[in-house]
Structures are given as C-alpha cells and as structure tokens.
C-alpha cells in the first residue's frame, strides 16, 4: 500500500511529448484505437532511446514541478490504450476493424478481435523498470481498463462485449501483478468509457474491475473522465457512473471536476475510497493561479477529509503545450501546499 501525505499531488498518466519525438500535429488529429507508427519523428532503429530520453524529461520536469506520484509520461503511448490492447494475442495483427468513437460515429479503425484473448507478455513492465531506476519519488504507471478496451474494438469472436471485458481484465490482472513485482507504487487503470457507455457499465462494471483487480497486493486506481478536453471541449456537469465503483475492490478512484464543474457532494457516494481530485482544467490554456487551485480543492475537503484526497489534474495531459502543462502542474502543487498549511 503506498504511503503519501495528505493532498499528495500526482499526474492523471499522460504528460506532452516533445515535438522531436512525435508529430503533434498529427497527434492531436485522433485519439489512436490501431498502432500508429506513423506518428512517431524517430526512425525504428533509433525510436526506444529517444523514448527513453523523452521519458527522462518527462520524469525531470515533473519532479522540478514538485509532483509527489510522478509517472513515466506515457512517452512511448499513441494513446493511452492503443499499445497494451494492439499486444494482446486474439487481436488480428494485419487487420484493422471499424468500431463507435466514444460519442457513437463509426470511422474508427480499431483492433479486431478474431480469438480468444489472452497476454503473450509484459507490455508495460520496461516501462516501470525504466521509471523506477530513474526517480526516488513514489511511482504510478497505468494502464487501460478492460471495460474501456472491450468497447474500443471490432468483436468478431466473442458471443458478447461482457465476455471479452472479462478476458481483457485476466490479461490486465497478470500485467498489474508484473507491475508491482516490478515496484510499481500504484497502478492504474484507465476506464473512460464507463462514463460513455453507463447503461453496460452498470451492468457488469464493477465485476470486471473486480476480476482485473483479483488477487493484487498493493496500492490501485481507476481513472473515470468525460474524454480529453482536446476532443471533448463541452462535457457534461455529472457522471453517469460514478458512485457505483463503491462497491469495487480499487482503492482510489481519479475523476475530473475543473472543466466540467461537477458538484462535489458525490464525493458523499465514495465513502471508502480514496479521491485523485482532478483540478486543473485542462480545456484551458491559461495556467491557473495557486489560489484558484486551492479554492478547487477546499471545495472537496467539505466532503473527503485531506488523508483520502489526491490532487491531480482533470485528464492525461499529452494534447497540451509543453510549457502550459508545467505552469499548472506548478501552480497545482502550490495550491496544494497552501491548502495543506492551513490545516496545521
């Protein structure tokens, strides 16, 4: 179980990547379900070290920031999905299949699912190896949900999407297992499309994360958002599925409530988890000031006492300048410092 502070501060996952390593031009043109080599500046021979140096970077800046939980930055990520689900076996690796975006067109390519699921091998766990050599703060690396990833494909195999969530979180379980034998300090999972898809969610969610989290000894997260603000700059004012994770076995559940100002007293519905209070909007390129930030967070306190509340921003950060996410990464921290010294 990781140790932390009250108002520890932490990344949702994802951190920009530097224009040298990939077209962010063409990055910010989709949200990858397929690999999408093309997107990357560097060549194949050459592509793992410049990753490796961006993941350094990453790491550097984040500390210099002042963030406590730091990741990797998802440097080596198209997306925050796209890697771990393209490696698993029982998806065609020469075909693309056609499947719903979140808000339900169908012009997505997506992996086609033509057998039963299962992991080859570590996909992440250079990665947390690579993170962990390179930092002595408190590490989390994630990962997608298999909720989200049983909806983001072409099922051309399984009787039903329930079915294949279930095959995906066996293959998630073994992954998380491997990432904190590795030394992960937490390990997340990404679940975006609960909130798109609640009716399903509601359904057999819970069992799914249960299933992906059995048996895992150490500290787990779940990330529930509205979808990138670069993708989605309108978002709704309430979760559709929220307060049913209460009755899930992860221990700390991440939410965004900058940008979509939700109203906080759901924070009630969570009574046993602990809270990655998203407060930095990140549909904004103004950096917000620490006093902003602080307000953001005072407002949770009212509802979740600062031992079960971690302060982040609302979502990955990956679609941002550079040089605005360290402003808010900053300015996120100080907030928090101001808030926590005024509870001493």
């Known amino acids: 179980m990781a140790n932390q502070m009250p108002l520890a501060t932490t990344v949702v996952g994802s951190y920009p990547q530097p224009d040298w390593l ?12 397929v690999r999408a080599p093309e997107l990357w500046r560097i060549s194949g021979e050459w592509l793992e070290q410049a990753q490796d140096d961006a993941t350094i970077v990453a790491i550097h ?3 210099s920031a002042g963030i406590d939980i730091i990741t990797d930055g998802e440097m080596r990520r198209e997306s925050y999905s796209n890697r771990f689900a393209n490696a698993l076996e029982g ?15 169908m012009s997505f390519p997506v992996p086609l699912v033509t057998g039963p699921i299962r992991r080859r091998g570590p996909v992440e766990v250079r990665d947390l190896e690579f993170l962990r050599a390179h930092t002595e703060r408190q590490i989390k690396i994630t ?23 279930m095959d995906l979180a066996v293959a998630v379980n073994e992954e998380i297992r491997d990432l904190f034998a590795a030394g992960a300090d937490i390990v997340q999972i990404d679940e975006p499309w609960m909130e798109a898809r609640p009716q399903q969610a509601k359904e057999y969610g819970v069992k799914v994360v249960n299933r992906a989290l059995e048996g895992v000894r150490g500290t787990t ?66 950096v917000e000031t620490p006093a902003i930030v602080a307000g953001r967070i005072e407002k949770a306190l009212k509802f979740v006492s600062p031992q079960r509340l971690v302060v982040a921003p609302d979502c990955g950060m990956k679609y941002l300048p550079r ?11 100080e907030g928090a410092r101001m808030v926590r010294s005024s509870l001493s």
């Open 22 to 33: 990939i077209n962010r031009k063409s990055l910010g043109k989709q949200v990858p379900r």
């Open 61 to 63: 800046e984040m500390e």
């Open 91 to 105: 998806i065609d690796p020469d075909r693309a299949g056609k499947g719903a975006g979140r808000l339900g067109s």
């Open 143 to 165: 990962m997608p949900g298999p909720f989200t990833m049983a909806h983001q494909n072409d099922n051309q195999f399984y009787p039903d999407r329930e079915k294949l969530a």
């Open 221 to 286: 997260a779940l990330h529930m958002c509205f979808g990138y603000a670069h993708v989605m700059p309108e978002k709704p004012s309430a979760y559709s599925f929220l307060s049913e994770l209460e009755e899930s076995i992860v221990q700390q559940i991440s939410i965004e409530t900058a940008q979509p100002k939700i109203d906080l007293a759901v924070l009630k519905d969570l009574p046993s988890k602990t809270i990655i209070l998203g407060v930095i909007d990140l549909g904004d390129l103004k």
């Open 323 to 333: 040089e605005v996410a360290f402003g808010k990464l900053k300015a996120m921290v």
